[in-house]
């Protein structure tokens, strides 16, 4: 599986994102998409999931109601709509693939392939 993140910039405090993934090598709709972060000196962190074929979705509490996953099938894409950013969002942020069965919707070793990652930064 391949992925190809996009959409990584310098915003201010409040301001609003979207991520990109395009997923390629795999059947689009059999997979789990995983967005992570890894800001510097720390672990790399789970984010927000998304089933594709069922749209099921979770979120860590630290961007519950802020972030937004989504899908489009017809683009073999899946999105990531941060709002309301904050200084301690700003890290490397990943999408990875999530093969069936799937595993912990936001544990790092459970996913299978990763993209090359995208800046945020988010200025005070």
């Known amino acids: 599986v391949q992925l190809v993140e996009s959409g990584g910039a310098l915003v201010q405090t409040g301001g609003s994102l979207r991520l990109s993934c395009v997923v390629s090598g795999f059947t689009f709709d059999d997979l789990g998409i995983g967005w992570f972060r890894q800001a510097p000196g720390k672990e790399r962190e789970g984010v927000s999931y998304?089933?594709?074929?069922?749209?099921?979705?979770s979120y860590v509490d630290s961007v519950m109601g802020r972030f937004t996953i989504s899908s489009d099938r017809a683009k073999n894409t899946v999105y990531l709509q941060m709002n309301s950013l904050k200084p301690e969002d700003t890290a490397v942020y990943y999408c990875?693939?999530?093969?069936?069965?799937?595993?912990?919707?936001?544990?790092?070793?459970?996913?299978?392939?990763w993209g090359q990652g995208t800046q945020v930064t988010v200025s005070s």
């Open positions: 998304i089933v594709i074929r069922d749209g099921y979705t």
């Open positions: 990875a693939a999530d093969l069936p069965p799937f595993g912990l919707p936001h544990e790092v070793s459970d996913f299978d392939s």
